[in-house]
Each structure stands twice: as C-alpha cells, then as structure tokens.
C-alpha cells in the first residue's frame, strides 16, 4: 500500500496532523487516489510505500527511513523530510491532479 498524507498547514505539517489520509494499493507501477470535497486552499503530501504491511514507516537503527517515501511537489529534504516551503502546492475549486514520485 502507499500510505498518503494530506496537510492543510504548516503547523499540522511539521506535527504529523494530516487533515486527511489515505491508503491506496500499488497497481504495478502507478496507484492513484481521490480526496473528495477538499476546500480550495495550500497543502502538501507526505507518502510512503509500506512493503511490510505494518502501516507505519520503517527505520533504520538510526531513525533514517528504510521504505521508499516521497513528499508533494517531488520536493526533496536535506537531513530531513522536505520543508513545507518545498512540499506546498495551491488546490483550487474543481478537480486538481498532483503526480507524486516514490523512490
């Protein structure tokens, strides 16, 4: 599963309060999913692949992530997940696509 992430602020951001979550199945190479009756606004996403089932990201002995995870935007952390700076993306009114790369 591709366990995702949405957050409508800064504050939830760095919290881990996501203001709605979801968990979709990997399909091959490409999974896709809908949130419905999002308010227009600024949000980011955080998601990972969960290869071991257990719903939580996996880490290594010294806290680094050991399953593949992405954040919105394709941003990229340093020493760090992505700021939310990077990761924040504008959802207007209507239907609003946003590709999300896993490595």
């Given at each position: 599963?591709?366990?995702?992430?949405v957050?409508?602020?800064?504050?939830?951001?760095?919290?881990?309060?996501?203001?709605?979550?979801?968990?979709?199945?990997?399909?091959?190479?490409?999974?896709?999913?809908?949130?419905?009756?999002?308010?227009a606004?600024?949000?980011?996403?955080?998601?990972?692949?969960?290869?071991?089932?257990?719903?939580?990201?996996?880490?290594?002995?010294f806290?680094?992530?050991?399953?593949?995870?992405?954040?919105?935007?394709?941003?990229?952390?340093?020493?760090?997940?992505?700021?939310?700076?990077?990761?924040?993306?504008?959802?207007?009114?209507?239907?609003?696509?946003?590709?999300?790369?896993?490595?």
């Amino acid at each position: 599963m591709i366990m995702i992430s949405v957050f409508d602020s800064q504050a939830g951001y760095d919290a881990g309060k996501p203001v709605r979550v979801a968990a979709a199945p990997v399909k091959g190479t490409d999974t896709a999913t809908l949130f419905h009756g999002l308010p227009a606004g600024r949000y980011a996403v955080k998601a990972f692949h969960d290869i071991d089932g257990d719903g939580q990201m996996a880490v290594n002995p010294f806290g680094m992530p050991s399953e593949p995870f992405a954040f919105s935007n394709d941003a990229v952390g340093s020493m760090g997940p992505a700021s939310w700076d990077q990761a924040a993306f504008d959802v207007a009114p209507g239907a609003v696509r946003h590709v999300i790369t896993i490595r």
